[in-house]
């Protein structure tokens, strides 16, 4: 099975389930590609020995990545957020399209919910499934940050919301307070799956250890 990870954020930016979580994947024995854009989080800026093209390939450690354009800013400004996650979110749909073969199922990391949106695109026009993984609850995030205090733009990106996760094949949610939210949104319950998020366990026993012997 060939699985692309469709992520806004991916090595060398920080990230929760990035190079690791791929590699983690690829040891089960699944084929994995990570389709992401440029890197530029969390200072806005593109990092050094990168710039922004039209498509860019590596290979990490044996992952094959794709990199799509993007808008880069993370300062306070909501247009200039909005900017960068629909930017993301419509050229890696352009560059999945023409660049990605052979894909049995998306796993789209969200947030921003715009990469679901990509994610269920590419894989209409491919015909394949498509994962969510739920790490931020939109709308509710959007309204508690003060991003968006618009409740008819709220109220459309909580429609967003919940055509996608109803579209999705799954849902994966990271507690069960996550899965009772979005089940009370009308996502059937049997589509949403608790798991708790991954970690490197050797890198972290490491560290502890580390810890210990200089404590």
């Keep these: 099975m060939k699985i692309l990870l469709l992520t806004q954020w991916f090595e060398p930016e920080p990230t929760f389930k990035g190079l690791l979580f791929a590699q983690a994947l690829r040891d089960e024995g699944y084929e994995v590609e990570v389709l992401t854009g440029f890197p530029n989080y969390p200072g806005g800026k593109v990092y050094d020995g990168y710039k922004i093209n039209f498509y860019q390939k590596e290979v990490m450690h044996g992952i094959t990545i794709h990199r799509a354009p993007l808008y880069p800013s993370h300062d306070g400004s909501a247009a200039k957020r909005i900017l960068n996650y629909m930017s993301f979110a419509s050229s890696t749909f352009l560059v999945g399209l023409i660049k990605t073969r052979n894909i049995d199922v998306i796993y789209s990391y969200h947030p921003p919910l715009t990469t679901s949106l990509s994610a269920c695109l590419l894989g209409l026009c491919k015909r394949v499934p498509f994962v969510v993984d739920v790490q931020d609850l939109w709308p509710d995030t959007l309204s508690a940050t003060g991003m968006i205090r618009n409740r008819k733009a709220l109220n459309i990106v909580g429609k967003i919301c919940d055509f996608l996760y109803k579209r999705a094949s799954k849902v994966v949610v990271l507690s069960?307070?996550?899965?009772?939210?979005?089940?009370?949104?009308?996502?059937?319950?049997k589509k949403v799956e608790v798991i708790y998020n991954w970690c490197n366990e050797p890198a972290l026993s490491n560290f502890e250890q580390t810890e210990v012997k200089l404590a």
């Design 176 to 189: 069960p307070g996550f899965k009772k939210r979005i089940v009370s949104r009308g996502v059937p319950a």
